[in-house]
């Protein structure tokens, strides 16, 4: 499964971002995880093939995770983003399962720079 994410750029504090993904083939589990320098990749958001939704604390109402199942595709619309999201954030798919702890059985997109301004 190829993935790939677009979406990505430099936004002042408490602006909004839209991201965008799309896979080769339709896949169970759809995310997004997202990495600072220096730090490890943490899950952030994921939704399922049938619109099951999870979001970590930190993000929880504020990014909202959507899916179009025809078209392999996914968003995250991120509002209200503050300077220490500054990261680089991942498009990734699973067949199986989902789930914002786990790191390996995913395919991954090489990344979209989000960076904050303050």
């Known amino acids: 499964v190829q993935v790939v994410e677009s979406g990505g750029g430099l936004v002042q504090a408490g602006g909004s971002l839209r991201l965008s993904c799309s896979a080769s083939?339709?896949?169970?589990?759809m995310g997004w995880f997202r990495q600072a320098p220096g730090k490890e990749r943490e899950g952030i958001a994921y939704i399922t093939m049938y619109g099951t939704t999870r979001y970590a604390d930190s993000v929880k109402g504020r990014f909202t995770i959507s899916r179009d199942n025809a078209k392999n595709t996914q968003t995250l619309q991120m509002n209200s983003l503050q300077p220490e999201e500054t990261a680089m954030y991942y498009c990734?798919?699973?067949?199986?399962?989902?789930?914002?702890?786990?790191?390996?059985?995913?395919?991954w997109g090489q990344g979209t720079q989000v960076t904050v301004s303050s």
């Open positions: 083939r339709s896949t169970f589990c």
């Open positions: 990734a798919a699973r067949q199986d399962r989902c789930g914002l702890g786990l790191k390996d059985g995913y395919y």
